[in-house]
């Protein structure tokens, strides 16, 4: 049997903070602590409906059943610039 062992620069990389976190979350919760784990979205709300229904049906539409265009989708790029003018008044011009 082969035993591959990872190499020097790949040990040396450092932990990500993310993880750091949630390594935390999980020491501190085995400890009985009540934690509220903001580092990855809302732990106690349900995603909404209707984002649910939208996934649902992006998942059956055959146009996402493979990679995106390598520039993006155009109506997508238009979408996300155009909550960017409404949410944050950010002039696309």
Known sequence: M????PSETVTALL???FSKIINNVKRLTSMGVDVINLSQ???????PPHIVESLKEA???PTFHKYSPFRG???L?????NAEV???EFNSA
């Not at 809302?42 to 995603?47: A, F």
């Open 86 to 88: 409404i949410l944050w």
């Open 59 to 61: 998942a059956e539409n």
């Open 73 to 75: 989708f155009k109506f």
């Open 41 to 47: 979205g809302n732990p106690d709300l349900p995603t």
């Open 2 to 5: 082969i035993t591959i062992s």
């Open 77 to 81: 790029k238009e979408a996300i610039r």
């Open 15 to 17: 932990d990500q903070e």
